[in-house]
Structures are given as C-alpha cells and as structure tokens.
C-alpha cells in the first residue's frame, strides 16, 4: 500500500540549511515514497548543483503505482505494516529523520497553491556548453553526466539550432575521450541513446548538411563528428545499433551527394563510414543471435603456426561452464623464448591465453576430479578444495557492492589450522553448485577471519549481483582455487585494451629487436647534459656535469662503483630498454637507487617539446611489499618529498605519510580537490547513504530471523487471517513463545553438531602467546592481495548498522539473549547447562530448512491443534516469505547501490590522478598496478622501473606500461626465483615462468650484469661462483669477515636420514629433527653473543614453518627471523640457518631440483651458513650432486657439527641430535665459571661465552647484609637490599592493642584488630581498628538492610536510614511493551488500546487505565495439541496443563473447589503456574485489613508477584497506582531537585580542586532523588571544609614542622576519599565521624601555624608551653575528640592565638559549622 507523510517546515528567504540553497521548503510539503514504503533511486541519476531543488539524492521516481505521480496530493497515514511486515508506528518523523541524517535532500512538490512552485532543471545553453571543450575531459564528462547541467534536457528539446547541434557532437566526443570514468560514460551514452537528439535532431543535422551549400560550412568535419559519435555509442553500447540504422542510412545518401557537388574531397571519410557500417553490422549480428563456443580442437603437439579459433578480446574474463566441464585442451601455444611474433596481436593472444588457463586449469581439473571420486570422501582432490553444505546466510552492504555471508560444514575440517591455512584467502576464487556443476555460480574471498572461518562463515562477493536471490536452504557444493582472481581479472582486461596502436616498446618485445635506441627525449636533444654530483656520498657535493649521450664519462671510481655498476649505470641512463642482472649481494638496488637519484635530480633536463607542464613521475613496480619498501626509503633518503605509495599495505614508518590514503586526506584538508569532485562526492555520498540505509535494515530483517523468533506482528502479512486471529484470541504476550514451545521445561531434541559448544584450551592459547611470532605463509598471501587504496567510510557505516540493529530487535517476539528468564517445572532458574541446551535445541530449529508449502500452509485453520513439528514447520513458511518481501527489497536496489559504488571510484580515480599528477615517484606492487590501471594509464609515466623483474610474470609488467612509456629499466636476476604460475605444467611446457627479464636475456638483448658480490665470505661465494655465476668476484670486505664464533666452520652441510612428514590439509611437507636441530643451533648461536636479529632460520617449505614456531619461544628467541625462501628473496643476514626438509624412501625432492631456489637458498648469509638435510637423496639430481661433490672435498659435509668453546679452545663437542646440544648448556663447555663477581661470590654458570665479563649477570645467592632494624636481608645477593623488612614480629599500638606484624609496618592504622563499637544504627562496627582509623572515621556498616521496597524486591543497600529506590530493572508490562526503566523509577502508563476482550466483552480504554468490563467465566473454546478442550476461561491464556492429560496435578487440592465438575483454571503469566479459578478470584480480590503497606499480589504457590494477568489487570493497575504514588514521594519535588542542583552546579564550579570539581558534577548529574541531592550538599559542605583546613596551613607553616604538615594533609586526603565514595546517603554515624575528624585536623593545623609564629617572632612563654601542649595531646590522641576536649583546646588556641597577634585560622563560627 502507498504511504505519505507530511510535514512544515520553514526556512528564511525560502533557504535551507544546506549551504544556504537548494533545500527549498514552502508551505505544507509531501516527501513522496515508492510503493513498498522505501526510496525509489535510480542510479544513472547525477549529482546536482545545490542551487536546484531538484538536484538531489532523493529524486523518488515514480514507481508505477497509481497513488504515486508526480503531481502532489494528500497521501494516506501509515499503516502498522506499511507494506513491510513491521510496525512503523510513529514513522511520520522516524522516515523523515532517517533520510535527514543519511545526507539525503528530498524532493517536496507542493500541496498548497499559493506556496513558490520548484524550479525547473533549464536545458544547457550553447556558452556553458562551449566551455567543456577547454576544461579536462574527466571534468567535462562529470558535468554532462550531473542533473543540474541540464545537458539531457536539451537532449530532449523539441527544437535545437544547427550549430547547437555541431556543438553537442564535438562536446561528446571530447568528453568520452575519458577512460576513467566508465560507468558515467555509460550512464552518459545510455542517456543520449534514449534522447530526442539521436532519434530526431541527428537526422535533422544530416538532412542539412546537403541543404547548405555555402563553402563556409565545414562538411567534412562535422561528418567525421557524426561518424565518430555513432562508433563510439554502438561500441559501448551495442544495443543502440537499432537507433543509429536511420542516421547511417540517411548519412550515406548526404555524403554521395557531397561528393557529387564538391563540397567534401576527403576519400577517408568514406572508408570510416564504410567501417562503421561493418562494425555495426557486426554488432547487430552478435547481438541479434548467441555466441556459438569456439571448436575445441585437441593438440597433442603445441603448433605456433595454427591461427586462433577466436579473437581473444571477446573470450570472458571469468570462467564460463564450457571452460569448466570440457574434456579436451583449450587452444594454447608457447610464450616464445627468442625470436619474434607476428604482431601485438599474435603477442597479446599468447599471453592472455596463458594466463587465462593458469586461472582456470586447477579449477576444472579439480571438478572433474571431484565428480569421479565425489563419493569417495577420504580421497583428496589435488587442484581444489572443496566444502559441503555450503548455504548463502544474507548479503552485506560492504563501502561499494553487496556481499554475501556464507556458512559452510566445517565438521570435516578438524584438522585445519585456520589461521594458518591459505585456504579461503582474500580474493581467492570460489565456485558454488547445487547441482553436481551443471549450473555454477562464481564468487571471490571478500572477507575472511579465522574466527569464523573455525565457525564455516565467510564472506563472498559474487560475480553477478542479485545472481543467488533465490538461493534460501538450498545447499552448494563449494570448490575453491588458490589463485588471486583479482589480480588475473585486471591483468587481463588490460591485455584486451592494449591495442597495436597503444602498445609500447613494441620492438624490443614483440619484435625482438637487439639494438636498443636511446630514450627518446635523449634522441631529441643530443647534448643533454646530467649532473652526476649527487651519486657521490660525500658532505660537500660539486656539480660533475656529463653529457649523456657522449662517451666523455667520468671514471668508475669518481662515482665510488665498481665497473659493472658504472656501466649498468650508464646503460640505464642512456637506453629506452635496459636490463640489469644482479646476482646475489651484487647491489642491484644500490644500483637502481643510484639510477632513479640521477633521474630525478636532472629531470629539469628531460622536457620536450611535448611536456606541456611537467614531466610525468617515475613510475616503480616491485613484486613484494618488503621490496617495494626498502626501495622508496632508499629514495626517500635523498629526495624526501614527491614520493606516492600506493597499493599494498606497507609496513614502513617512514612510508605512512606518503601512502595514498594520507596525501588523500592532507589533500582535502588543504581544500586542494577540485569543486566538480568534491561535489560529485557528496552526491554519490548522499544517495549511497540513503540506498545503503534502506538495504541495511532489509539484511538486518533478514538476520534477525537467523538469531530469534519474530513477533506475530511483523508477520501478520503472510499469516492467513485465521492464522493471526488464533493468536489475537490467546491475546498473550508470549503468544509466539508458547506456540512454538520455547517455554516447555522438557525440549528433547537431537543436538546438531554444529551448534555444540565450543570449550578453548586456555593453557593452549597461553603457550601460543609464548611462541615466537612466525609470519604465516597465509599472511604473506593476504598482505600482496589487500590493496590500502580504498578510503571508505567504514566507521560511520557500523555506527548506522548498529542503530538499525538496535531498531529491528524489537521485532522479536523471543530473543535468545532473555533466555535466562525461562523457569524450571519447580520455578527456579535454569541452570547454565540447561539454558545452552535450549539454546542449541532453539538454533537447529531455525536453521532447519523443511517448511510448509503455500497449499499446506492455506489448509491450516487453527494454528494451536499444530503439532509441535508442524508449527515450526508453518513458522518457517511465515519466515520465508518475509525474507523473501526483505530480498525482493533489497535486489531491487543493489544494482543501483553497485552501479553508484562503481562511479564513486571513478570519481576517486579522477582525484587519486590530480593528486599523483604532479608527485616524482610513484610506487607499487605488481597486485596494486594490476587493479590501478586505469590510474596509470591516464598519468602515462615516461619511465618505468621494475625491481624484481625476473619474479614477475610477463603479462604483469606489460600490463603496467602506457602507451606514455618511453624508458623501461628491468632490474633482478632470472638465476634466482622466477615467476611462480599456478600450473607447473603451462610454467614448463607454454614456458608461463619465462618472465619478460630472462626472454629479453635469452632472446638475445644486451644484459648488463652486475659482478662483484658485497654479501658473501669466499667459502659460501664459491658455491655461488663455481656452479650459478661464472665470473663472479668477490669484493674486499668480503675477506675481512670474523670467523663465527663457537663453531669450527663458518659453513657446513649437515647430512642426515630422518623422514620427512606430509603436512595436513596442504601438499607442504615438514621434518621435525631438522626443525628441533635447527632451533638449538639458534639457540647456541645467541649464546655465543649474537644479536638474535643477526639469524635468520630459512626453509623450502612453508609446512616447517609450524614446527618452527612451537619450539621457539619469544621470550629468548625474539628477533629471529623465520621464514620460507621463497619469503626471504632480495633480502640477506649475517647466519643463516638452512632447512631443506626433503627425506625419502621414494627419491623426491620436489623444488629442490629448481636451480633458482637453490641459488636463493644458498645465497643470502654474509658470515656463515649452516644447511641441514638429506644429501644422499640430494645427490640424486644432478646440480646439487656437483655442489655435494664439492663440499665433501672442502670438508664442509657432514653428520655432525662442532662446537668449539671461545674460553676453551681446546674443548669441542661434536652434535648430532638436537638432544646433544645440552652439552653445552650456556653455549661454552661443561666446566664451571670461575669468574668472582663484584659481590665476592664466584659465577654459579656453567662455561659461557656471553657477557665475558658478568657486567649482566645477577648473583643469585643469599644477601649477607643486615637491614638496619637488625634482622638479616632476605633478597638475593644481586638486589637491592629490602627496605622493607618482612620479619615477623610483636607489636603493642597506641590504640592498646597488640598483634604479630611484619618489621617494617610502624603506622598505627595498620592494627587489625576488631573495633568493635556500637554504631549509632545499633549494629557492632565490623571494621578493624586501623580501618576506622583507631575509632575516628567508622566503617559503613555493613549490615543487612531486610526491608522489601514497595516495589516487592528487597534492598540491595546495607545498614541505611533510608532506602535507596530499587536498582533493578522494571518487571512491570503489559502486552504490548515492556517498561525500559529502572523499578525504582516512575513507569509510564501504556497508551495502546486494552486487549482484553473475548467475544463475550471487550474492554474501550486505554491499556494503562483500569478496565471498563468485568471478568468472563465461560469456558474457553480453544483445543490443545493434545486434541483436549482447554481447561482455561474464555479469553484468557489457555494453561498448559489438560484436565484430561494432567488431571491428578490440576486436581490436587489446595484451595478445596478443585475437583469440582466445573473447575476452570488460570495459568499466572510470571511464574506459570496453574490455579482454580474460583480460588483464585477469592484470593486476589482479597483485602489486607489494616495492613497500610503497599504491596503486589503474590502467586499463592510460589510468591511471585503477580504483575501481568488480564484478568486481574484492575487490580494490579490499582496496586501500581499506589506503588507509583509511593515512588514519587521517594523521589521528591522534581522542580526543587532541579533547582537544587542547578545551585549546587555554581558552588562546585567554585572549587578550587577541578579534579575533584568534575568527580562531582558527573555524580551530580546522575542524581535523581531529593535524598541524593541531600547526600551531595553533605559531601559539597565536607569537600570545602577541607580545602578551607588545607588553604589555612599553606605557606605560613615553618619549614622545621614540614613532617607535620604532610601528615596533616595525608590525614585530610584520607577523609577526602571516604567523602567522594559514591554512596546514596550518609549514615548518622559517617556524618558524626567526618565532622568530628575535620574540627580535630583544624585544631591540628591552626596549633601548628601558631606554632610556627611562636617561632619566627622568637616568643618564649612557660604558660604558651603548656597550652601548646595540652592542644598537641587532644589532636593526637586516639579516637574521636570529646566535648570537654573541644571546649578545652578551643580555649587554649585563642590564648595562643591573642598573644601572637594572629587571627585565628578556623573562626569559631566555622567551628559550630563543621559539627
């Protein structure tokens, strides 16, 4: 049903609040609503200028329903449902207000006639139009696309001038010359296509081409505009070919007479129009009939020759079912290692096609498998993983397209680490079938926590959105491929726009050519002179000016390199296409930094004449994170500005301020964004907002039936109406409770697994935290994959998901969360162990899937004769259709919400290129240059370097280059670690790990390569020399490295035979000896004195890595680096500890064989390398057999390693299991340390080589000493001595008491002992004698109150005059709500109508008045479960109990009526339990007489207060009312408590102690009663008093009674503290003691303030003497100051004071005040 509401607002001058304009509100206003009571948003709608009403987010459009129009009318009040199954009582404002606060401008036709009518959006005139043509194309497309430009009005006018329209062709075709922004364009030509101007005004135009024959007429150009409008609209969208036939056909016949006449020459034109006509022709084709699949030919041997089936521009990104279930091999041929391609064409084919199949290879294979051997559940699939039972639970608003929450059997996954796994990786690809893979739905990793992943949840962002709408309880087959969607999809793309035109460095890589030109800027000007000054690391710099391209360069070692790095240098700088080769420790990034300083400090030089403003930025691409940051600080380091990190997430400090994000938002601080995208943004904020406000509240809906039960209220659209008048007829609260038997004692049900309680191991999470931390290969993944480039705002989307969260739970009739108020058979509270079981009983209920059927559903006439299986069955039924109403909802605008989430990225885009335009360096990972493409494309950098080049896959780095590129520099080295496909067998035989470094290698290009290694000592070099590198040589400092310590050699290789072991749930392997060797050969190593950042453990498979982790504790072994070598490439240590894991009976070793990893792994210590492994087995390959070979020669081979003793050198222990190193416990030998500590005593270590001499380590003997007391030092001999001195011993305080204390206590308010007064309540003080400060300051006493409040609950306070009201929460409701305060404060009557009616009465008034009919006692009509006649009356709540099933417990007499025939019987809604009726009539209309306490009524079994009972509502209600009389005298006069505290305000803000000032005024705040504004003027009066006490003594005390002063004020600060104590009154006795304890210190403070007068003035006085005395001992005295003693010490300090001349500190009349 269609629902309006209006409102009246008023604005001055007809202004909003919205910047002044645009929020035009006059008169009486109507927000228009679609149908369904939401927003009807389109999302091609642009933003709008804020001076046009109309341009705003909430345009609602006309929905189609009839009450819907655009001219405005008196629309209906809301219905209770609204159309959404959910009370939308109040929503005048609440919809008002929830657009408001989502930003969301609304659009208001007027409803009053005289009010200013809404200005019309006016077409755009020919000057606003003109000036696009010199603004940027982005911004140009960007105002056409925007509503308020009024560019699609005058699309559609009825008449437009010629030269308007000559002017509109130039305009689009300038404006679609942007590539960022591909949704607004869309958007764009999806509105010219519908437009008047293509259907009639473009047919005019060319129909006056030939009626003007003035040669002025510029023909040819505005025929090459029509024609290229016309390419660009069908190639975008080809559904217009049907709009564009008659402006072809009428655009042929033009030109022929053009060309008869003259007036056009060009014979281009007519072979573009002859083009287009075949492209069009084309499109109309495919369009018009289905894409017949492409002949797969099987190829047993791989032919370059054979042409493609197919253009591989049109093959789809994402797998199709055909590439899925196929049998024979897709058309593939080689990445060619030398020679040439055919063309950009033949190139881009090979690549796409390859990396296509890397993609989709280990999904197929992986399906087929799975469907031969689907029953087979212990067999493992090799290609995929896959999941059972896989369920899509409900979609998610994520910052720009809706995900999906999806559950998953995780009951065969017990073995799975999962935050470890790299399963279910971000941006992993995933496919569901419900039907063995007939039909498949594709989906990517959105988001995955190893929290839910233990659970089976994660989240999925489907390809096709709104593709599972309908997809409720069915459930999938879910298979998963480790490969990174994401970046294939963009890798791809970007293969498919790369063009021959567009492609560049075409000769070197698809021509293959050998001779590389110089840059062109560099071929342009020939004399180009760079500054070479700053590669040299001096302080004082001086210009070294070389011409470039000459041969006069300075010589290697006037830049400080050696001569490799000098030419490597110099190719770099004077070659368009350079590639670097570094091996290992060679300082191929030393080099490259030293390139990119020369390339940025001379970039001045290199402009053209085509650099219009500046040259672009140097554009670096890394493989690895960890890379790409050590290479931008290495720049930063000596240009410290102009630096852009973008992409994956960084981990450097130095870096944070130059990552997108942060430039972003300086950006925007700065004001610096251009209006036309901060404008845009708010649009596309606005409408986003309210789009994703409506679809949080539908998943929210939808969620909420997953987690309780929804009330019947909200379902009443898809009840029958006799469905919900069952239940209006029960007229209970808990109706949906009962119904569905959430409220039954007995729930026997079978458990589901999956809902069983899961117990954690705290003693295993606590040796986890102990463990080293080791970074997961999973976290390695997911850190390349997680791209920090989006900015949005997800805080403030959590805040409104919270809020709808908070509004829709009250839709639930039970929440799970109030489980605990359900009560045993015998009315106790159930147990904890009960109250889980009812929880999993009540889960697997809702997740069952078996439901009723429409005609199942339409049969049922009575919903109570259900049995208990078919009422959650119907239940169910209700709940999918209201899920489905909340999706039906939610899919209709989520193509919306993902098209507005697309077209605020470009809008990002368009502000991430302005921002990067101007910057020098931008850097990225390849992931982040894969998904940045468009943001590279558009900046065009002129030079690109590439580090790690040999790593990345080929398609990667052509992908990331522009058309702008004019010099590439490949830096790495294919030697070590290649690109790393997903399928060996397209890395092998396509040659897919080729990477665009090595083919450019062996394809015969120049390769400067770097030759002397910096890293290596010559013992580990020469492996590298003699088997990787031929000519390698090793530099100076090499020869000067020490020897490592504690070993006899600085390298060995550790042979061994213990086998290896197959991981779970991955293909890694692991061996648990070489983990446990290696870990104590860590250990010994830090023992000899080494930093454990100086030693990394590496191995060759990620599966070691978990035994790496459980046996190194952080605590001794933090700083150790643990990881794969894969993980560990470019980066290198002074030890390296090598496990190769591999150990067979079957003679594999996997990758070992690889020679790149072997160069890795054998290449990255500096000092020493110690290897573990199996060479027996390594021997069988041929290139480690040469290296073993060696090694044995060298003697560097062997089963075990020595350990040397740096104190001993003639002591050596040779180790060959890990036990064998506590041999040498402390890392020497076995003998003792002899070494005598500072203290005397002699080390008690055994031999150490660590801290040589002791300077760290601590004695651990006895002390000797003796503490001044006398007793002995009890700390060990390397602490501090004790001074506080422990032993035990008699004390005798001053209070009189004694007691055993420890030595060092002397402060008499520690005596223990029981006070033992008799406070003025009557009670004995149950404080001790220190606690009451020796009888001063008493203990709250802390007896029991045993008073019952009116509202019935007992007091919670203790010993008190007066009791507190009731903290609990309000019991009191009634059928329609629950009262939300506390019981103590007022409840508010329910205004709602009475439901107690039955068909014989019915009460008029109001629920929260008394009732205006009597009771009924006809018998009730309704039938149990049981089939029984209810025993209840009519119209009240049918007890559960029958008189036929439970007839001896219902006829067991109590009252004595109730074994009459005629008994009925009434179940009490608090506590459940069933009486006669008759009785209890009796016993409620029963008056107390003489009894003047108010109280409720009480079940007469149980003494549960009756509270919620129809029946007896007038007497509760009358009860309530005298409770509520009761409550308002408690609470006092509301206008004087106010007053009061508004008075109390000023005097707190006056109080010198502001800590203090706001302690208080919190508390004050919080007040409610006249008692505790009472309580808070004490404790004001008290507070002052003691600063007055502290202020009196402040400067005037002499410097000799400072020890006094300070306990003075300690005394005074105690009694502060017990007088802040948040309490609710002060006790008689606590105001008595507080005024006693402050009058003594004020005597304290003023006897010693005359004191110190005495002094100064030198007065000398027997008789002053003794009053000072007789003061000094009533001050000190124990316990409280007695009257006489007052009088007497009030006496003498007026004599004091009268002959010091000084006023007394304390008047006597403050005094009087302090008592």
């Known amino acids: 049903m269609m629902s309006g509401t209006r409102y009246k607002s008023h604005s001055r001058g007809g202004q909003g609040s919205h910047g002044g304009r645009g929020f035009r509100v006059a008169g009486r206003q109507t927000y228009k609503y679609s149908s369904i009571g939401r927003l009807n948003l389109s999302a091609n709608d642009s933003f709008g200028d804020q001076g046009n009403a109309n341009d705003n987010a909430g345009n609602f459009r006309d929905s189609g329903d009839a009450s819907v129009r655009r001219k405005s009318r008196p629309v209906t009040q809301h219905s209770n449902t609204c159309g959404r199954g959910r009370n939308i009582s109040n929503s005048r404002t609440e919809s008002r207000h929830q657009y408001i606060e989502a930003g969301l401008e609304l659009t208001h036709p007027s409803t009053n006639s005289g009010s200013r009518s809404r200005r019309e959006i006016r077409a755009t005139g020919y000057k606003r139009l003109e000036e696009l043509l010199s603004k940027d194309k982005a911004e140009a497309l960007i105002q056409l696309s925007s509503t308020y430009f009024g560019f699609e009005k005058l699309l559609n006018e009825p008449e437009i001038r010629r030269d308007l329209r000559t002017l509109i062709c130039r305009v689009l075709i300038h404006a679609c010359q942007c590539t960022t922004s591909t949704v607004s364009l869309n958007a764009l030509l999806s509105k010219v296509q519908n437009s008047m101007f293509i259907k009639y005004h473009m047919h005019q135009h060319i129909m006056a081409l030939k009626d003007e024959r003035s040669p002025r007429v510029r023909h040819e150009v505005e025929i090459q505009d029509i024609i290229t409008v016309i390419r660009i609209l069908v190639e975008r969208l080809p559904s217009a070919t049907g709009e564009v036939k008659a402006s072809l056909m009428l655009l042929e016949l033009t030109m022929e007479e053009l060309y008869e006449v003259g007036l056009i020459y060009d014979r281009n034109i007519r072979s573009r129009f002859d083009e287009l006509k075949e492209f069009v022709k084309e499109v109309e084709k495919t369009q018009g009939e289905k894409v017949k699949p492409a002949t797969r030919r099987k190829i047993n041997n791989i032919d370059d020759d054979i042409p493609p089936p197919n253009n591989f521009r049109d093959i789809p990104i994402f797998p199709t079912l055909e590439d899925l279930t196929m049998d024979k091999i897709p058309f593939l041929r080689k990445n060619k290692l030398d020679g040439s391609y055919d063309n950009a064409d033949h190139y881009l084919d090979v690549q796409f096609r390859l990396l296509r199949e890397d993609m989709i290879r280990p999904l197929r294979e992986g399906i087929i498998e799975y469907l031969q051997h689907k029953h087979d559940r212990h067999r493992r699939i090799t290609d995929i993983r896959v999941y059972n039972d896989v369920t899509v639970e409900y979609p998610i608003c994520s910052h720009d397209c809706i995900i999906y929450k999806v559950h998953f059997d995780v009951s065969r996954l017990k073995g799975v680490r999962w935050q470890s796994t790299k399963r279910l990786i971000y941006g992993s690809l995933v496919c569901l079938s419900k039907d063995d893979f007939q039909t498949v739905y594709f989906a990517t990793v959105a988001n995955s926590k190893p929290r839910d992943l233990e659970n089976g949840f994660l989240d999925l962002k489907f390809e096709i959105q709104g593709q599972v709408e309908n997809t409720r309880n069915e459930k999938f087959t879910m298979v998963e491929t480790s490969s990174f969607f994401e970046a294939y999809r963009h890798v791809l793309l970007s293969l498919q726009m790369i063009t021959e035109q567009n492609m560049p460095m075409k000769k070197y890589i698809i021509e293959g050519r050998h001779e590389v030109n110089a840059p062109y800027y560099l071929r342009y000007n020939r004399n180009m002179t760079y500054d070479l000054g700053p590669l040299i690391d001096e302080d004082t710099r001086k210009p070294m000016l070389v011409k470039i391209a000459s041969n006069t360069w300075p010589s290697p070692s006037s830049l400080q390199l050696d001569d490799s790095q ?150 009443r659209k898809w009840m029958r109406n006799g469905h919900y008048k069952s239940f209006t007829e029960c007229r209970e609260n808990q109706s949906m409770i009962s119904w569905l038997s959430l409220d039954e004692v007995n729930m026997n049900l079978d458990i589901d697994t999956r809902f069983s309680v899961i117990e954690i191991n705290d003693k295993e999470e606590n040796e986890e935290g102990e463990q080293l931390e080791v970074a997961e290969e999973s976290d390695l993944i997911a850190e390349k994959r997680v791209l920090d480039i989006d900015d949005a705002d997800e805080e403030d989307a959590m805040r409104t998901t919270r809020k709808i969260r908070n509004t829709v739970r009250k839709q639930l009739a039970f ?17 904890k162990r009960d109250r889980q079981k009812r929880m999993r009983t009540f889960k697997l209920e809702l997740q069952k899937t078996d439901k009723m059927s429409y005609v199942e559903a339409a049969r049922v006439q009575n919903v109570w004769r259900l049995q208990r299986n078919d009422r959650w069955r119907l239940y169910r039924f209700w709940i999918s259709q209201y899920c489905d109403h909340e999706r039906h909802l939610l899919y209709k605008t989520q193509e919306d919400y993902s098209t507005l989430g697309k077209q605020l990225q470009e809008i990002r885009l368009e502000e991430d290129i302005l921002l990067i335009r101007n910057e020098k360096v931008i850097g990225m990972t390849t992931t982040g240059a894969a998904r940045c493409r468009n943001m590279i494309k558009n900046i065009k950098p002129k030079i690109v370097i590439v580090e790690e080049a040999a790593e990345v896959l080929e398609a990667h780095i052509v992908s990331s280059l522009t058309e702008g590129c004019e010099h590439l520099i490949l830096i790495g080295d294919h030697q070590q ?57 090793d530099a100076p400092i090499v020869h000067s490295y020490e020897k490592v310590k504690g070993v006899a ?39 000899q004195g080494y930093n454990p950042s100086e030693i990394t453990i590496l191995t060759t498979y990620t599966g070691q890595l978990l035994h790496f982790k459980k046996n190194m504790k952080s605590e001794f072994f933090k700083g150790v680096r643990v990881c794969s070598v894969d993980n560990f490439q470019g980066e290198e240590n ?23 990893r072997m160069c890795v792994a054998l290449s990255r210590a500096k000092k020493g390398l110690f290897c573990i492994g199996n060479m027996k087995l390594l021997t069988r390959d041929d290139h480690w057999r040469k290296i073993v070979t060696e090694l044995r020669q060298k003697n560097l081979l062997s089963k075990t390693i020595r350990l040397c003793c740096q104190n001993h050198p003639g002591r050596a222990v040779d180790v060959q299991e890990p036990l064998d190193f506590m041999k040498c416990p402390e890392g020497g030998c076995n003998e003792r340390c002899v070494y005598r500590l500072k203290c005397g005593h002699v080390c008690k270590l055994s031999c150490h080589p660590y801290d040589p001499e002791h300077k760290n380590i601590k004695c651990s003997r006895p002390c000797v000493k003796q503490l001044p007391c006398g007793h002995a030092c009890k700390e060990e001999c390397s602490q501090p001595c004790t001074s506080t001195c422990r032993e035990i011993v008699s004390k005798l305080w001053p209070c009189g008491h004694k007691g055993e204390y420890q030595c060092h206590v002397d402060d008499p308010l520690s005596c223990s002992n029981p006070c033992g007064v008799i406070l003025k309540c009557g009670h004995l003080c149950q404080g001790t004698c220190g606690g ?29 005059r007066n009791c507190p009201p009731c903290s609990k929460s309000c019991e009191n409701r009634c059928v329609h709500n629950k009262c939300p305060n506390k019981c103590g404060e007022k409840c508010t009557p329910c205004t709602m109508p009475c439901e107690w009616r039955c068909q014989h009465k019915q009460c008029t008034m109001q629920c929260g008045q008394l009732c205006n009919r009597r009771r009924c006692d006809k ?69 107390d007489d003489g009894n003047t306490n108010v109280q409720s009524k009480d079940c007469p079994i149980c003494k549960t207060p009756i509270r919620r009972n129809l029946r007896y509502g007038n007497i509760i209600k009358e009860l309530q009312m005298d409770i509520e009389c009761m409550k308002s005298k408690i609470i006092g006069d509301e206008y004087k408590i106010r007053h009061d505290k508004i008075r109390l305000q000023r005097e707190i803000q006056r109080l010198s102690d502001k800590e203090c000032g706001t302690f208080l005024l919190t ?78 210190l004020s005597f304290y403070m003023e006897l010693y303030v005359l004191k110190s007068e005495l002094r100064n003035k030198s007065i000398i006085s027997e008789t002053l003497a003794d009053y000072v005395r007789i003061v000094k001992k009533h001050v000190t005295s124990i316990g409280p100051l007695k009257e006489k003693d007052v009088k007497t010490t009030i006496f003498c300090l007026k004599i004091i004071s009268r002959e010091c001349g000084v006023v007394p500190c304390i008047s006597d009349k403050e005094r009087v005040q302090i008592v």
Request: charged content about 25%; some cysteine.
């Open 566 to 715: 000098f030419n490597a240098l110099k190719t770099a700088l004077t070659k368009e296409f350079a590639v670097i080769q570094g091996p290992p420790g060679t300082g191929k990034t030393y080099v490259g930094l030293k390139i990119v300083h020369a390339l940025l400090h001379n970039r001045k030089y290199r402009k053209t004449v085509h650099d219009e403003i500046n040259e672009s930025p140097i554009f670096i691409i890394s493989y690895t994170n960890h890379a790409l940051d050590q290479f931008l600080e290495g720049i930063h380091s000596f240009y410290p500005d102009g630096i852009v990190r973008v992409g994956g997430r960084s981990s450097s400090e130095t870096l944070k301020k130059f990552n997108l994000n942060n430039l972003r938002q300086e950006s925007r601080e700065r004001k610096e964004v251009p209006r036309h995208i901060r404008v845009k943004k708010r649009f596309l904020f606005q409408k986003i907002d309210a789009l994703r406000y409506n679809m949080e509240n539908s998943i929210e809906n939808i969620k909420l039936t997953t987690t309780g039960v929804i009330h019947t209220r909200f379902l």
């Open 815 to 831: 929440d799970p969360d109030q489980m605990e108020r359900f009560k045993d058979e015998d009315s106790f509270q159930l147990s």
């Open 977 to 1033: 670690l290649r690109p790393n496909p997903t399928v060996y067998d397209l890395a092998k035989r396509y040659n897919l790990e080729i990477s665009l470094f090595e083919r450019m290698v062996k394809n015969g290009m120049h390769c400067e390569r770097l030759n002397t290694q910096h890293r290596m000592r010559p013992e580990i070099s020469s492996l590298m020399k003699n088997h990787f590198y031929k000519g390698l040589q």
């Open 1049 to 1087: 050699s600085n390298m060995l290789f550790i042979d061994h035979d213990h086998k290896e072991a197959s991981v779970k749930d991955t293909l890694s392997k692991s061996n648990v000896y070489e983990a446990e060797f290696l870990v104590s050969l860590c250990k010994y190593m830090i023992q």
């Open 1134 to 1156: 002074e030890i390296i500890l090598l496990s190769l894991v591999r150990s067979n009976d079957e003679g594999r070793i996997g990758f070992l064989k690889e020679k790149n």
């Open 1332 to 1360: 009451c400060t020796n009888g001063r300051l008493h203990q709250q006493c802390r007896s029991k109150c045993n008073r019952t409040l009116v509202c019935g609950h007992g007091c919670l306070e203790p010993c008190t």
């Open 1419 to 1487: 018998p009730c009509k309704n039938t149990l479960s049981c089939g029984h006649q209810c025993a209840g009356l009519c119209g009240e709540l049918c007890p559960r109990k029958c008189l036929i099933c439970d007839n001896f417990e219902l006829t067991t007499i109590m009252f004595g009526s109730e074994d009459k025939p005629n008994a009925r019987f009434i179940q009490l809604e608090d506590c459940g339990h069933v009486i006669e009726s008759t009785a209890l009539d009796v016993w409620m209309d029963l008056e």
């Open 1563 to 1640: 508390e004050l705040n919080a007040l409610l009663t006249a008692e505790q504004v009472s309580n808070m003027e004490n404790k004001l009066q008290f507070v002052s008093k003691v600063d007055e006490i502290n202020k009196a003594g402040d400067g005037k005390i002499n410097a000799r009674y400072a020890d006094i002063e300070k306990r003075i004020k300690k005394e005074l600060d105690i009694c502060k503290k017990l007088i802040l104590m948040p309490r609710y009154q002060f006790s008689e006795q606590m105001l008595h003691d507080i005024a006693s304890e402050l009058q003594r």
